[in-house]
């Protein structure tokens, strides 16, 4: 039976030779590992495009609502029973149209009436005035008192009197008459008829006959912030152009000119009133509309234009990435100016031709190699939206 020596606190000689080289072999292959470089990082992909230089027009944006050019509520003047209607809901209607007739008859009965007592109010100021040229020769003969001459004077005077307050009443009479016509005062659009053939109205009183729209011209009331004021005012001597947008019209805007600034900011806003008019010549605005409104205040030359979504908000401020001829970005800080629909503009930082980064800058880091991905086709059944009045800021450069 073969005897093993004991060593290493009872350990057999044999198995620590084993155990060593197993132990030499893993060092080695550790050392092995260490001196292995690291896989290169896979390129980022990213979406990208290049700066533009164009004229970029700047603008403020608000939302506001369309008023009627002037409003008319129609009511009848003398008390009587509607005889007709001229005209149909909703119908276009001039100046001084016919609109309603009221049963004319009681009216020229009182005029032919008021006609009738000036005739004879006129017949017995001619009879006083004879008496008072006869009085006057048989006073010169002594024949007559002063008196009854004196009285006879009077007589006639009081006529004359009584056939002014009688032309007066034929004169009030034929306007009476005339109340039995009522017409439009103004160009424009009839709403709801509230009253029909054979209904008896009083003068003055409700219900409101119908209701007339002026709508060409037409306004468009909005407010905009009070920090855009100063950028308005300044602007406005030489007259601003407005455009109003109608949601779900993808058309041009409706051009006009702004005609009003408020003479006092809201407190509790901190808003400002404008009022804008328009043509509209094609009635594509409508009182009680809710449009976009923009007014441009002037236009930036040669600006330097990238797509908003390129500017990123940083603890240094803003910057944007910028990819180099050899694939790999550049973090640039930049200058931002006005935002004008989906673009904005850069004052300093970016040239134009710069190819900027504008989808994937959440994995980017300075130097990181980028490979550009393909751009998607557009999506089936999505919207055509106005691309004029994309949503936004109020686009007033900060100064």
């Keep these: 039976m073969p005897e093993f020596r004991w060593e290493f606190g009872g350990v057999p000689r044999q198995i620590c030779r084993w155990g060593g080289t197993a132990i030499a072999v893993a060092t080695l292959v550790a050392c092995g590992a260490k001196k292995e470089k690291p896989a290169p990082r896979p390129p980022v992909p990213i979406r990208a495009t290049v700066a533009l230089q164009k004229t970029v027009p700047v603008q403020i944006r608000g939302i506001g609502n369309v008023e009627a050019y002037n409003t008319v509520s129609i009511k009848a003047q003398v008390s009587g029973v509607v005889a007709k209607v001229h005209f149909r809901e909703g119908q276009d209607v001039g100046k001084g149209d016919l609109l309603f007739t009221i049963d004319q008859r009681p009216f020229e009965a009182s005029l032919k009436q008021a ?218 800080p930049v200058t931002v100016g006005p935002t004008i629909g989906s673009e904005t503009v850069i004052a300093t930082g970016v040239k134009p031709g710069d190819k900027v980064v504008t989808d994937g800058q959440v994995r980017l880091t300075p130097g990181a190699k980028v490979v550009e991905a393909e751009k998607p086709g557009p999506a089936a059944g999505n919207a055509t939206q106005n691309p004029t009045v994309p949503a936004g800021q109020n686009q007033v450069p900060t100064r």
């Excluded at 009253?195 to 011209?217: E, M």
């Design 115 to 332: 006609e009738a007592t000036l005739a004879k109010d006129r017949a017995q100021l001619r009879n006083a005035q004879e008496q008072v040229r006869r009085y006057g020769t048989l006073l010169k003969d002594g024949i007559v008192t002063p008196e009854q001459y004196d009285q006879l004077q009077t007589t006639a005077e009081a006529l004359e009197a009584t056939i002014a307050a009688d032309r007066a009443a034929v004169d009030n009479a034929r306007i009476q008459l005339g109340y039995c016509f009522i017409r439009s005062p103004i160009a424009g659009r009839t709403g709801n008829l509230s009253v029909d053939v054979g209904n008896l109205v009083k003068a003055n009183d409700l219900p409101i006959l119908v209701t007339i729209n002026q709508v060409s011209p037409i306004y468009a009331t909005f407010t905009i912030p009070e920090r855009d004021m100063v950028e308005l005012r300044r602007h406005l001597r030489g007259g601003l152009k407005v455009e109003a947008f109608v949601t779900g019209d993808d058309a041009a805007g409706e051009s006009g000119t702004v005609s009003f600034l408020d003479n006092a900011v809201d407190t509790a806003t901190g808003t400002i009133k404008v009022k804008g008019t328009f043509a509209n010549g094609r009635h594509r605005l409508w009182p009680g509309q809710f449009v976009t409104v923009v007014i441009t205040l002037t236009n930036l030359p040669n600006a330097v234009v990238v797509p908003s979504q390129a500017v990123q908000t940083g603890q240094q401020g803003q910057f944007l990435f910028i990819v180099k001829p050899d694939q790999t970005v550049e973090m640039r």
